[in-house]
């Protein structure tokens, strides 16, 4: 255990490691901003992985603070059927300029240019990774099933923690990953909002 977390803060941090960092930090965002925040912030401040100098400060301990009491509450708050889409609602406007902040961040002293540029990337990313979610809720809520909706929120948490881990050890990987997600984003958004609309019709 001490060989693998000695080999992961060894990692050096190049362009792709910092767009794997960048991109990924958008993604999870988009789908868990305060696992994100308090797992990253929790790695660095432990020297298990080297954070870029922008994203020094999730080490900080009152940054940490704030994002576990946060993370407790959407984990449980994620686990209710309504109340997640209702918590989905109002982190729209949250997840989104966190996603494209921390994805600049990732990107600290390498120039505005490129500190511009991965906050487009990221923005768009943690706005896929976001819309994907709260759509896919929505249709959950919508099943009179009752136990999809905790099933559907620990394969989240489960799928962010495996992305932040690629990020870190695998940056190529989770690029790769993150393109694959993008393209089944395009194919599968349309037929969730066909879904939608249609299961809102026949409630109607």
Same mark, same amino acid.
């Given at each position: &255990?001490?060989?693998? &977390? !000695?080999?992961?803060?060894?990692?050096?941090? @190049?362009?792709?490691?910092?767009? /794997?960092? !960048?991109? #990924?930090?958008?993604?999870?965002?988009?789908? =868990?901003?305060?696992? /994100?925040? +308090? *797992? $990253?912030?929790?790695? #660095?401040?432990?020297?298990? *992985?080297?954070?870029?100098?922008?994203?020094?400060?999730?080490? %900080?301990?009152?940054?940490?603070?704030?994002?576990?009491?946060?993370?407790? $509450?959407? +984990?449980? /708050?994620?686990?209710?059927?309504?109340? @997640?889409?209702?918590? @989905?609602?109002? %982190?729209?406007?949250?997840?989104?300029? /966190?996603?494209?902040?921390?994805?600049? &961040?990732?990107?600290?002293?390498?120039? *505005?240019?490129?500190?511009?540029? &991965? !906050?487009?990337?990221?923005?768009?990313? !943690?706005?896929?990774? %976001?819309?994907?979610?709260?759509?896919?809720?929505?249709?959950?809520?919508?099943?009179?099933?009752?136990?999809?909706?905790?099933?559907?929120?620990?394969?989240? @948490?489960?799928?962010?923690?495996?992305?932040?881990?690629?990020? +870190?050890? %695998?940056? #190529?990987?989770?690029?790769?990953?993150?393109?694959?997600? $993008?393209?089944?984003?395009?194919?599968?958004?349309?037929?969730?909002? =066909?879904?939608?609309? =249609?299961?809102?019709?026949?409630?109607?």
């Amino acid at each position: &255990m001490s060989q693998q &977390m !000695a080999s992961i803060e060894s990692l050096p941090l @190049d362009l792709a490691g910092l767009l /794997a960092i !960048a991109a #990924g930090l958008g993604w999870a965002s988009g789908i =868990r901003l305060y696992l /994100a925040l +308090f *797992v $990253v912030g929790l790695a #660095g401040r432990l020297e298990w *992985v080297a954070l870029p100098d922008g994203l020094r400060v999730l080490e %900080h301990p009152w940054v940490l603070a704030a994002a576990g009491l946060m993370l407790l $509450v959407e +984990f449980l /708050a994620d686990k209710l059927p309504i109340v @997640d889409s209702a918590w @989905d609602s109002v %982190h729209s406007f949250i997840r989104i300029p /966190a996603g494209a902040a921390l994805a600049a &961040m990732a990107f600290g002293g390498q120039g *505005v240019e490129w500190q511009t540029a &991965m !906050a487009i990337v990221g923005g768009s990313l !943690a706005a896929s990774a %976001h819309l994907a979610k709260a759509g896919t809720r929505l249709a959950i809520n919508l099943s009179p099933e009752p136990f999809s909706n905790p099933v559907a929120s620990l394969g989240e @948490d489960s799928l962010v923690l495996l992305g932040l881990w690629l990020m +870190f050890v %695998h940056p #190529g990987l989770l690029l790769a990953f993150l393109l694959l997600f $993008v393209a089944i984003l395009v194919w599968l958004l349309p037929k969730l909002w =066909r879904l939608l609309t =249609r299961r809102r019709q026949q409630q109607a």
